[in-house]
């Protein structure tokens, strides 16, 4: 029988939720330690360990057949891919905010205005959609830091709890998606056997935690 690859997080927020579901579904393996692949050895299944970012382009192009890997991730990459299952965690929102002293209160004041952001796709497609011209400057990283810089007058982020927002003088004032963590399969993966198998055991996990 042919073996599938499931791609999830090597490292990071998503990494133990993914670990522990899949061994939830009694599936034996070890965990990452320095080697990128780890075989299932009661499941016809091998683990591989990427950082997230890769996920989506390498199950779009086959490298792995199934993914668990943030929405916020997929809708920025583009990909063509399935949504197989939405997994309960990685629970966040994409949103706008400013600092707390601003003059922009409602999406119209972003006009004109600059937005510093690591999701440039995803925010250009909802400024498009709200008819708003705002120049967005990406970043890799540490967007929360860009106002106080004066890089920006407004920042496009991952919120959970607010926390970060808020030790920063920010302020979250519009929602532009939100996500959590999903199971994304090669297109027409979802036919095979095996997948459903696997399918099923994370449905019966997830329904035994409600
Ligand atoms: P990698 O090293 O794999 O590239 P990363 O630093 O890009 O990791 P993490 O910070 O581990 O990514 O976040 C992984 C995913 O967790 C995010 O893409 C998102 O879907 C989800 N997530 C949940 N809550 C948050 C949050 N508060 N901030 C950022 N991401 C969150
Ligand atoms: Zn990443």
Redesign the pocket.
Known sequence: MKTLKIAI???????EKSVELLKNCGLNFENYKSSLISPVSNFPLEILF?????IPEYVQDGIADLGI?????IQETEVIVSYLQKLGF???SLKLAVPNNSDIVNLTDLNNRSIAT?YPVILGKFLQKNGINADIRTIS?SVEISPGLGLSDAIC?????GG?LKSNGLKPFGDVMS???VLIGRKGIENEILVQELIQRIQSVLRAKE
């Open positions: 997080q090597k490292s990071g927020r998503l990494n990427l950082r997230d970012d890769d890997v943030g929405e916020n991730v990685g629970k966040c690591t990283g982020d991952l919120v959970s709890t970060t996500s959590e963590a």
